[in-house]
């Protein structure tokens, strides 16, 4: 009778638990909502004012396309400049203007592009050549005017919001008068630059350039991170989904098509924790540019910052977190990347940086997944390399580790995923492709289901109704398993393309969350099937190019695959298995074809409309560094990892080439290319610091630059030139701005810090203040403007990511 009346008991209880956690959930959905909906209105009231705002004439993004001159007679031989205008050549392309969506917008929460404000616009022009006062003559000749910094700037800080103060620069840049010529100097290397005709005589060095008044926001991140990160994907009471890219939380609404973003990491985010409240995140980051890794908690409404914690405390990445469940979510436990994988226990609601409670080690071995039990208080799971530990906290702060105990039976490889039945027993896959149950409170085995997957168990989820799907990472395979581990008979596989599955969250009713091993996520059931939300490569991107009149553009990287996105539904057109490792890409000036340059010195020509490769070509066996067509689209050109630029002309039917010829006298491999409006001349980059201009009909260089003063060219990709001078800060490698794109007057680059930075361009003066932007966690390999100038795209190396900033 007492056995009997125990056994009821603990069933009571056990009905009792699932009731409150059942309720929990129910009032955390009520917050949730009222949260959004109060975030909505407020969204809403942001909007009224600016429905009604219209640019200006003087602002239009198509005045300053390119460098232009102020008007007719400030021109060479006062000649009207030549203006661009967009291709009116009809193209097959899907033009996706179907459903227009409207961002929510991003909050750009304890970011240093949130919100900051520009000082007064400081003229770029000398207004009166006759005023000597801002002149320093350091030689007896009087020709030459040097600036060097005098720590005017160096008092200012990103803190108003993203504005980065004027370079000072302990590289010396110097004005010649005589000859319009400016000296400056990387790594001790000079590079001479020649101002146009206009500018010679008023041109002053020491003038402070002024931001641009228009600044980017972040309006939609491409991509996920699910190669190298486990459970990372949830969705939230407000009906979005929450995961991480570089150093992005994106918060993303599928049946609305909006995406908010939380940008207060400054490296790649590699965790993400969900409070027991489901409005409150947590995510950890790995070392970043100031080389202290650190978690941020934070609101998923107002993506305002709660506390940032463990900074300067965790000396390594965080691999995993988790909130306590039983007492509200009080702590927050955390393992990092260290040689011992360091687990930490942190109060992070005692103050806004968090409290300590205690710090031991946790694994000599690989550390893959952290949890805190859903019923028992104190108690935490760990799992990794060959090992899974229940750790207890007591109530001095002190952890106490027992190792799961495997006794007979095959101790896997990995064990490689966790999660909690109803009933608070602990399920953990591993790399067999097993399911264990562990009983509650014990370090025992109490049930072992053999070969569920074929391959390694990723993922486990334990739906509502009480049944478990797991997922595997090697055969792909989603599967619904009843309570007692026995086969429900649903289940399903995704695309091969799409790689193994990484990961599984409960989404609304019956629908699934998946994130896969190759970037990607998918959301359905098993009933209806899956289908791709989200797109993504899975190596580092290099290539970039907008389409030259549809708000288009395409991406290419080291995993060989080539995706043409469309920038107003945000979603791929069309993507292709290129089978080359891409490095460069462009569009041809109608728009109707695309060369991608590839790392085998192979490049190829691929018809925009039916995705086919019509002709590929190989010039030598280095990387194509870039490739660009002619304005009036006669010529090809591609700039080599050998030192040369190779010239191509265009025959009269699509995919022949025919080759003029080889320019060589570049000492170091190139990187960037400019042709002239006129596409008579060419200008080019190298990795040593050289700017070099072409005669590309006949494959000559032109000995003489400063003839090439007043050239007008067609595009600003090369980052060394009179017109981007303040893009260069002090001390920089001549690489370490990667990129640069023009258009609206306004100049884009990309550097080697992960930063996206605006000036107002031309960029003429040393001194030039900008507005820098973080998202990145990589080198920014690219940027580039779309075609109306309303939006700037920007592609991120390692991260993987593509992100896509308006212009407001």
């Given at each position: 009778m007492i056995l009997s009346e125990d056994e009821s008991m603990r069933e009571r209880l056990c009905d009792l638990e699932k009731k409150v956690l059942s309720q929990g959930e129910e009032l955390a959905c009520l917050r949730s909502t009222l949260a959004d909906v109060l975030r909505r209105i407020a969204a809403l009231e942001i909007a009224k004012p600016q429905a009604n705002h219209r640019p200006s004439p003087g602002n239009s993004p198509r005045e300053n396309t390119g460098l232009r001159y102020r008007n007719a007679r400030d021109t060479p031989n006062g000649r009207e400049p030549v203006r661009r205008v967009q291709s009116s050549t009809p193209t097959s392309l899907p033009h996706r203007r179907g459903v227009h969506y409207q961002s929510t917008g991003s909050l750009h929460s304890d970011s240093p592009s949130s919100s900051s404000v520009s000082p007064p616009q400081t003229p770029l022009m000398r207004q009166s050549p006759t005023n000597p006062a801002p002149r320093t003559i350091p030689t007896p000749t009087n020709l030459n005017k040097r600036w060097s910094s005098t720590g005017d700037f160096s008092n200012q800080h990103q803190t108003s919001g993203g504005m980065v103060p004027a370079h000072s620069s302990s590289r010396c840049v110097e004005y010649n008068e005589e000859e319009g010529s400016l000296r400056?100097?990387?790594r001790g290397r000079p590079v001479v630059l020649y101002a146009p005709?206009?500018?010679?005589?008023?041109?002053?060095?020491?003038?402070?350039a002024a931001p641009p008044q228009q600044r980017l926001k972040l309006e939609w991140a491409y991509g996920y991170r699910g190669k190298d990160c486990r459970n990372n994907l949830y969705l939230l009471p407000t009906g979005e989904m929450v995961y991480f890219v570089a150093a992005v939380v994106v918060l993303y609404n599928v049946e609305e098509q909006t995406q908010r973003h939380y940008l207060g990491h400054n490296d790649d985010v590699k965790c993400l924790a969900v409070h027991p409240n489901r409005m409150t995140l947590a995510s950890g980051q790995a070392c970043g540019h100031d080389g202290r890794a650190h978690i941020r908690v934070w609101d998923s409404v107002s993506l305002s910052t709660i506390a940032v914690v463990g900074l300067g405390e965790i000396n390594a990445s965080v691999a995993c977190l988790t909130f306590s469940k039983t007492d509200g979510g009080t702590y927050l436990c955390a393992i990092d990347d260290a040689n011992e994988h360091n687990i930490s226990i942190w109060d992070w609601q005692r103050s806004d940086k968090g409290v300590k409670i205690t710090e031991t080690k946790c694994s000599v071995d690989t550390v893959v997944g952290c949890e805190w039990h859903p019923l028992d208080k104190g108690s935490i799971v760990t799992c990794g390399k060959g090992h899974i530990s229940f750790w207890s906290l007591d109530q001095s702060g002190a952890l106490y580790k027992r190792l799961g105990v495997f006794a007979s039976r095959e101790k896997p490889k990995y064990v490689t995923c966790l999660a909690f039945t109803h009933t608070g027993d602990v399920l953990s896959g591993d790399s067999n492709g097993n399911i264990i149950i562990w009983g509650r409170g014990t370090n025992s085995i109490a049930k072992m289901v053999l070969k569920i997957h074929d391959g390694p168990i990723f993922c486990l989820c334990v739906l509502k109704d009480g049944s478990i799907v797991s997922g595997g990472g090697k055969d792909g395979v989603i599967k619904q398993l009843d309570n007692n581990l026995e086969p429900t008979g649903y289940e399903t596989r995704i695309a091969g393309h799409l790689g193994g599955v990484r990961t599984v969250a409960q989404g609304r009713g019956p629908q699934l969350l998946v994130g896969s091993t190759k970037n990607c996520i998918l959301?359905?059931?098993?009933?209806?099937?899956?289908?791709?939300?989200?797109?993504?490569?899975?190596?580092?991107?290099?290539?970039l190019a907008a389409h030259p009149s549809l708000q288009q553009f395409v991406t290419a990287g080291w995993d060989s695959i080539l995706q043409l996105?469309?920038?107003?539904?945000?979603?791929?057109?069309?993507?292709?298995?290129?089978?080359e490792e891409g490095q460069s890409a462009c569009f041809s000036p109608d728009g109707?074809?695309?060369?991608?340059?590839?790392?085998?010195?192979?490049w190829l020509h691929v018809d925009a409309d039916s995705r086919e490769i019509l002709t590929s070509h190989t010039d030598g066996s280095e990387p194509i560094q870039v490739v660009s067509f002619s304005p009036n689209c006669e010529m090809l050109a591609l700039g080599s990892r050998d030192n040369n630029i190779y010239i191509y002309q265009l025959g009269t039917s699509a995919g022949k080439y025919s080759r003029i010829g080889r320019c060589t006298g570049h000492s170091s491999f190139i990187t960037h290319l400019d042709w002239s409006m006129d596409s008579q001349y060419l200008r080019s980059n190298s990795g040593d610091y050289e700017v070099l201009y072409w005669s590309p009909s006949v494959c000559r260089q032109i000995t003489q630059p400063s003839k090439m003063r007043d050239v007008e060219w067609a595009s600003q990709t090369c980052t060394l030139s009179f017109t981007s001078i303040g893009a260069w800060p002090e001390g920089a490698d001549g690489t370490d701005?990667?990129?640069s794109a023009a258009a609206g007057g306004l100049l884009?680059?990309?550097?080697?810090?992960?930063?996206?930075?605006?000036?107002?361009?031309?960029?003429?003066?040393p001194k030039s203040v900008c507005h820098n932007y973080g998202g990145h966690s990589s080198h920014v390999t690219n940027v580039t403007f779309l075609a109306d100038e309303s939006r700037l795209i920007s592609a991120g190396g390692r991260d993987t990511s593509v992100l896509q900033w308006r212009i407001v």
């Open positions: 400056m100097y990387l005709s206009n500018l010679v005589d008023t041109y002053d060095v020491a003038k402070v959301s359905g059931s098993f009933d209806l099937g899956f289908s791709d939300v989200v797109l993504g490569h899975t190596s580092e991107v290099w290539a996105w469309d920038s107003m539904s945000r979603t791929v057109v069309w993507s292709k298995d290129i089978g109707q074809s695309i060369v991608v340059g590839c790392s085998t010195g192979k701005v990667n990129a884009a680059t990309g550097d080697d810090w992960g930063k996206v930075k605006l000036y107002s361009w031309p960029t003429i003066q």
